[in-house]
């Protein structure tokens, strides 16, 4: 199954892992420790260790819902062993305000992922239905319930098709008399449509950034809004000065994870273009680096390495998004030919369409240019997390924690 990393140590309060104490040596991968059952809103959580150590050097367990496992990964070294009850009743005494959490139908595995790592955010729920015309017929549950309350909403705008049933949520929640109302939005879609190059040209990032900068105001204010990674920096002044925009990062997440690996002191951070590094280098400016970029040649366009060293270290190529995967594709041949002697990838967005994940296959042989270590991304496309559990290379660190620690602000 495809690896989920929380972005804190935290998960349900109930859990308790003691095992997690033991020495490496101690540990197989049949150890397994006993489910513990907790009850979030209305729903049921059901967490436990499926298997605490595998080949891999992997430290994982179970987060269930309605019965379908889904692994996380301990981001923590085994010399840092982690304590998630004692995390959990942290963040419950730190409760700065209860958030009665709205979702859509694809975030709902997020959403309760989220409700996990906090006391203080309560699960909520939409009856999303069609009428015969396809028009969305709607309904918010307990909608008299949630006046004075903090409010935020989960939103996957992952094609046009979803977008105008979310957005109506959207403008109606505020206006139930709510304290404050959040929009998380991990995934900013139109973001690489953030400039004009010809006459005529829509930059649609910013035609989505004005949609969001309507959105009513609540009885506490304008909107907030929590998104992660957004394609290119300028967007953030795309938006009007009636939305509060958060810009958060899933860097933290890959930085955790590249700590706990094995090789952790041979990594190398590759970008694949000048704008990848622009976005990240400060945030991971403790790695050596190599920067690539693109040349024309004739009518194609080459991949080279612009600075940097790759011989002998494991190079985790660091870029926001994935779609048809081909420019991570040719800087992993330009640096396996340079000497690299593993190659992985992280990219917070994993959108690709039409199934390009496929491309992407695992190194089994130790010849980078065959395949990728590992293949980070974040959960912020649920689609895409369906697609490739249990499909290495791909690993998926859980922007929950993130989500939870932004929802208290």
Known sequence: MAAITPATATTAASLSLPQLNSSPSS???????????????????????????????????DFLSNGDPISLINPNSSSSPISMAASASESGSKCSKRVCLFHSDETRDLAERIVAQSDCIELRS?????????FPNLFIQNAQGIRGQ???FLASFSSPAVIFEQLSVIYALPKLFVSSFTLVLPFFPTGTSERMEDEGDVATAFTLARILSNIPASRGGPTSLVTFDIHALQERFYFGDTILPC??????????????????DNISIAFPDDGAWKRFHKQLQHYPTIVCNKVRMGDK???????????????????????SGGTLIECQKVLAAHGAAKISAYVTHGIFPKSSWKRFKLDTKGDPAEGFSYFWITDSCGLTVKEVMNKPPFEVLSLAGSIASALQV
């Open 27 to 61: 540990l197989s991968s049949s150890s397994s420790l006993n489910f513990k059952t907790a009850t979030v809103g209305s729903r049921c959580v059901r967490c436990g260790v499926r298997s605490l150590e595998n080949q891999s050097g992997h430290r994982s367990l």
């Open 126 to 134: 939409i009856n999303w239905k069609k009428f015969d015309d396809g």
């Open 150 to 152: 903090h409010v935020a």
């Open 247 to 264: 810009f958060e990062s899933g860097i933290p997440l890959l930085k955790n994870r590249l700590q706990a690996l094995p090789d952790s």
């Open 301 to 323: 366009r080459i991949v080279r390495i612009k600075e940097g060293d790759a011989e002998g270290r494991h190079v985790v190529i660091v870029d926001d998004l994935v779609q």
